[in-house]
């Protein structure tokens, strides 16, 4: 095998974050220390993931339905908890919120000292568990500004401008972690004989314009017309290619790499849509357009809306910055 060069084929998540400052200040420190506690949630999900079917509390339900209104999977209950687990006791983050909680999780001994807020999708596309298709997890890291029980708001009701960080883990063939701080989008591959997200790809550009377009159709009659028009106008178009796994991470992981759009509209009686902003459209939006695409409602760019609600829904059209123009052609005519 070829000899590995430390620090240059051999560069784990924590040193990248590092890497990313340039200088060893405390904020370089905390957010390696934060990225390598979200590397050790992604890792013990994997783990438990891969063994569906022969230990308890991976495949099926718990019973309980989650604030969504949705039954819940023992994967997210699991996958939930690894989260919290993987940020208490780290003086890092003061509070975290996520799709399976209706409250924030706050931790008071981090908040005097804790600087972040996490908000996370512990698993992303969980219809895919129980038939092994992947699935993902999607993490939002903004500066703390509340200090106390009472600053909910303040950390968490912000445009998606003001997110310091985002990403997701991809539970596929591999594990994957892609992230961005801000400067560029980089891409790991977990290697669990070391136990180590390893760099694979730094600088991800997302193509200007693709021919995938990823959409569930079976939604077609619930649309409003120019929806419609656009898909048809796709259908139309010779070689454009459909694409829709049911977890939204799956999708956008391949349009960032291959290009094309990813479209989940509003509906007649759900106008904002299915997905949630905070902890799904806003992160994914942060890391598209660091990777030089578009994420729109289709009004309105996606990291410019502030939320009323925690759990606040949007229509979401994110991919190629010239798929996403085509998108919004038809929809503001
Ligand atoms: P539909 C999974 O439940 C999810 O939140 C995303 O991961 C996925 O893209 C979408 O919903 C699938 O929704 O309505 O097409 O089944």
Redesign the pocket.
């Known amino acids: 095998a070829e000899e590995i060069v430390l620090g240059r084929d051999f560069m784990t998540l924590s040193q990248h974050v590092l890497s990313q400052f340039g200088t060893f200040s405390a904020e370089a420190y905390d957010l390696s220390a934060l990225m390598g506690r979200i590397g050790l949630a992604g890792k013990t999900i994997a783990r438990h993931l891969s063994r569906a079917g022969l230990a308890e509390n991976v495949l099926g339900v718990t019973g309980e339905i989650n604030v969504q209104g ?1 039954a819940v999977k023992n994967m997210d209950r699991y996958a939930n908890r690894v989260f919290l687990r993987a940020f208490e006791q780290s003086g890092l983050v003061c509070r975290l919120a996520s799709e399976e909680m209706e409250e924030p999780y706050y931790i008071p001994e981090n908040c005097p000292i804790g600087r972040y807020t996490l908000l996370y999708d512990p698993i ?4 895919n568990i129980d038939v092994n298709l992947a699935i ?1 997890s999607i993490f939002s890291i903004r500066q703390q500004e509340g200090n106390d029980e009472a600053g909910e708001a303040l950390d968490l009701l912000q445009s998606g401008r003001k997110q310091i960080g985002a990403g997701y883990i991809l539970y596929g063939t591999s594990t994957m972690l892609v992230y961005s701080l801000g400067k560029g989008v980089h891409a790991f591959t977990l290697d669990p004989s070391i136990g180590e997200f390893i760099l694979f790809q730094e600088n991800i550009h997302i193509p200007a314009n693709g021919s995938i377009y990823s959409v ?1 159709e ?2 077609f009659w619930q649309w409003e017309e120019p929806m419609r028009e656009y898909v048809r106008y796709i259908h139309r178009q010779a070689g454009n290619t459909a694409r ?1 796994s ?4 799956a ?1 956008i992981h391949r349009i960032l790499f291959q290009g094309g759009v990813f479209l ?1 509209p509003g509906m007649v009686g759900h106008e904002d849509g ?2 949630r902003l905070l902890y ?1 459209s806003a992160p994914l939006a942060f890391l598209i357009e660091q990777a030089g695409g578009r994420a729109t409602t289709g009004t309105q760019d996606i990291l410019d809306v502030i939320p009323k609600k925690l759990h606040s829904r949007t229509p979401l059209f994110i991919g190629s910055s010239e798929n996403v123009k085509v998108v919004e052609s038809f929809l503001n005519p």
């Open positions: 949705e992303d596309g969980s219809s993902g569930n079976g939604n829709y049911g977890a939204l991470v999708d989940y299915k997905l799904e």
